[in-house]
């Protein structure tokens, strides 16, 4: 049983959920397909990723009703003015063939770009919910000084940050910042993308358990409360990585783990002050 989180504004979603980064178009319906099918109800996309409409073709065909399955979209970096925000989420809703989103993500702040102003972009959120068709909206990989930006410019705070976070980048600065706007935390990348999957510690604690080293990663992270949804194309990975409920890490376990962290230097992704590919 995958437990749900509560967010800022009343509405839940799964904590455990699946990723769909680099999964690519012609593979995705299929993979999606699989993953639906050994138990994931929330799906994790981007109009960047460029494989929305498979996504949506996969939860049509599974049978699943609408409201078994919770949908995360991001908007993409060419999209940030008012305009592209409210025109490209229509996009996202015909291609997911959804009438409602779940959560929507600004998926970069580009600091750099559009006079540095997410702030307006922001706002075109804050619409979008407001015109109803998006229950929630969110950031990804916001700064500490980015989040009291947009919270204080316009009063209404994200219901999460997805942001970098895994043993060798835990990424504490956003995410302590992200908690005391009460943003839930969502770590993306939650095995820093294959990185960690060999460390000698995680496989210590994983034989000692006898368990995956996978397992023990998103374990850390569920003890830790953020939301993750790791991304496999492979149906016994996808089961294995759901499989984490029925074990628990004990508090000298978790420092072992937290002690693998590199601070920045742990990083697999881009620094999000100076990323501002569009
Ligand atoms: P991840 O940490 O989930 O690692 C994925 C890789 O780990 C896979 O390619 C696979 O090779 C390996 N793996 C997964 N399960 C395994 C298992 N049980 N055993 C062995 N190997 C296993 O990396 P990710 O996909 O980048 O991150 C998860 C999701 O986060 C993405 O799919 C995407 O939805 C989201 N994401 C968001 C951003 C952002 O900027 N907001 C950036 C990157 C990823």
Redesign the pocket.
């Known amino acids: 049983m995958i437990p749900s989180t509560t967010l800022n504004d009343g509405t839940t979603i799964p904590q455990l959920g699946?990723?769909?980064?680099?999964?690519p178009p012609e593979e995705t319906a299929a993979t999606v397909g699989t993953a639906l099918e050994v138990g994931y109800r929330h799906i994790?996309?981007?109009q960047g990723?460029s494989n929305e409409a498979e996504v949506g073709e996969a939860i049509a065909n599974s049978g699943l009703a609408r409201d078994e399955v919770y949908i995360t979209s991001?908007l993409n970096n060419p999209n940030h003015e008012r305009d592209d925000v409210l025109r490209t989420f229509d996009e996202t809703l015909e291609k997911l063939r959804v009438d409602k989103l779940d959560l929507f993500?600004i998926?970069?702040p580009l600091p750099t770009r559009y006079d540095g102003d997410f702030v307006s972009t922001w706002k075109a959120m804050v619409e979008l919910v407001e015109g109803g068709r998006l229950a929630s909206a969110g950031v990804?990989?916001f700064q500490p000084d980015h989040l009291d930006r947009i919270v204080g410019e316009t009063g209404f705070a994200p219901v999460v940050n997805?942001?970098?976070a895994?043993p060798y980048f835990r990424n504490d600065e956003a995410r302590r910042a992200s908690h005391e706007h009460a943003i839930a935390v969502?770590a993306?990348?939650?095995?820093?993308?294959?990185a960690?999957?060999d460390d000698d510690v995680i496989g210590r604690i994983a034989s000692g358990l006898e368990r995956?080293?996978?397992?023990v990663i998103l374990r850390w992270h569920i003890q830790r409360g953020d939301i993750?949804?790791?991304?496999?194309?492979?149906r016994?990975?996808?089961e294995?990585?759901l499989q984490i409920f029925d074990f628990e890490l004990t508090p000298e376990q978790m420092e072992q783990i937290d002690a693998l962290d590199r601070g920045p230097e742990g990083r697999?992704?881009p620094d999000p002050d100076t990323f501002d590919r569009v």
């Open positions: 699946f990723g769909t980064y680099l999964v994790d996309t981007a990723y991001k993500l998926h970069w990804s990989n997805q942001i970098e895994h969502e993306w990348g939650p095995l820093g993308q294959g960690v999957l995956a080293p996978s397992q993750i949804f790791p991304k496999s194309m492979h016994e990975r996808m294995e990585n697999v992704g």
